[in-house]
């Protein structure tokens, strides 16, 4: 589709995280990951853990999770998780990491002793303390408890992120989300007391019944406990989700909304550094080793992980719906350490695809694309390997100079500008991907 055609339809299609989406992902002829990882740059690596448990699932989540599976099933599955650990360190070689987050699921929906185990488990595989790199870890306030807040601490975990979505319980609950304010309220009391480096809160707008005042009330409420990031995201209504099986259509006050709690957290004193992430300005940085997502490689651990070379992108099978994901699951639990020695399942990448994945994770942030950078990677100026990007600065949507930058108004349509970017055979693929 043409820009035009692009920005004459909703601002809302899809939230580009990451490149090649994993709706692109196919079996793959195995690869044994000492090979494929022999001649990639390993001093600077993002360890990334997957815990696919969840309290509850919510009805906006397409995430891979399971809902309160049984105590034994995740007992097996941080034997698995164990095995993995232990084949993957061996395979990297010398390798060291400059971050680590453990995500999912909800980290926190573990008890204390397994939470335990398993930043021990993160700690093995860093080769030292989680303290001595940047770490994050996502909670949700139906699973936080004094103990575990404790253990966070005492680990040296530096950013806490916080599933709250809203501080308003009917639109909670319209989301599919039930949770009471005054929990919600304590967990972050409890939070902010132990004086985490950054305290990160999620929100969502354009929830059902969700109004103009409603939203601001819950930005308003996340700013009393003056957290260091805020990350707004809005409401996307997805295939197998909850709300997926309503006939709503859900376009589109997002806008409004977002343009609302844009300018609200900017009055308040957050720099914007994407559509969706906000950062106080007084916060700083974090200190610790460098971590360059458009050139350094990422480790993914657990059923659901993403790991990333240069070339090669590869993970487990996806799914959505509670059944999907429950196949996948017991099916991984049951892997030994031979069969965590490869990758078998991915996508790989072109120097096209290279050169689009690089685009697509810096154009969409306020660093926007460093030209040099790109043409140190590539021996090419990005706007001769991907000439469509005149079209954004020809209708003033983003500004040229030794960086491309989008403009406010570029960078509330980022949304439809991931898309727009993505090549014509990724999304083939992603179109003829069955989901389940």
């Known amino acids: 589709m043409t820009l035009d055609g692009v920005l004459a339809e909703t601002p809302y299609v899809g939230y580009e995280y990451g490149y090649p989406h ?9 690869r044994p990951l000492s090979s494929l990882w022999a001649n990639e740059r390993r001093d600077s690596l993002f360890l990334y853990l997957h815990l696919p448990f969840c309290e509850m699932r919510c009805g906006f989540c397409n995430l891979f999770t399971q809902a309160n599976p049984r105590a034994d099933f995740v007992d097996q599955y941080l034997r698995a998780l164990g095995r993995q650990a232990r084949q993957v360190r061996q395979s990297l070689g010398d390798a060291r990491f400059a971050r680590l987050a453990v995500g999912g699921g909800t980290p926190t ?4 002793r397994q939470l335990g185990e398993l930043f021990g488990l993160c700690e093995e595989v860093l080769g030292g303390a989680i303290s001595s790199v940047p770490s994050s870890v996502e909670v949700s306030p139906e699973t936080l408890d004094a103990e575990k807040i404790a253990l966070l601490r005492r680990f040296g975990v530096d950013r806490v992120s916080i599933g709250v979505q809203s501080f308003v319980d009917g639109e909670s609950a319209a989301m599919l989300r039930p949770q009471e304010r005054r929990v919600v309220d304590a967990q972050l009391e409890a939070l902010t007391l132990a004086d985490f480096p950054t305290l990160n809160i999620d929100l969502i707008y354009g929830a059902p019944g969700q109004t103009e005042a409603s939203w601001l009330s ?13 990350y707004l995201y809005p409401l996307y209504v997805r295939p197998l989700t909850g709300l997926g099986r309503h006939s709503r259509r859900w376009d589109d006050e997002r806008l409004r909304l977002y343009r609302l709690g844009r300018d609200r957290l900017r009055a308040a004193g957050y720099i914007q550094h994407s559509m969706r992430m906000f950062r106080l300005a007084t916060a700083g940085t974090t200190p610790g080793p460098v971590y360059c997502v458009q050139d350094d490689g990422m480790v993914g651990l657990g059923c659901g992980a993403r790991s990333y070379t240069a070339d090669v992108h590869y993970a487990t099978d996806w799914a959505v719906s509670a059944r999907g994901v429950k196949e996948i699951l017991a099916a991984w639990v049951e892997r030994d350490e031979a069969a965590f020695s490869v990758a078998d399942y991915g996508v790989e990448l072109s120097v096209e695809e290279q050169q689009r994945r690089y685009v697509i994770l810096t154009l969409l ?19 001769d390997a991907l000439p469509m990007l005149n079209a954004l600065s020809a209708r003033g949507l983003m500004q040229v100079d030794t960086h491309l930058r989008l403009d406010d108004a570029g960078m509330e349509r980022s949304d439809a500008l991931g898309p727009w970017l993505r090549s014509t055979e990724m999304q083939a693929r992603m179109t003829e991907f069955e989901l389940r």
């Open 365 to 383: 942030t306020s660093a926007g694309v460093d030209r040099a950078g790109f043409r140190a990677r590539f021996d090419l100026d990005v706007l």
């Open 109 to 112: 929906f573990l008890p204390a």
């Open 218 to 230: 819950s930005l308003d409420a996340a700013l009393r406990f003056a957290p260091e990031e805020l």
């Open 22 to 30: 994993k709706m692109a992902y196919r079996p793959l002829q195995p």
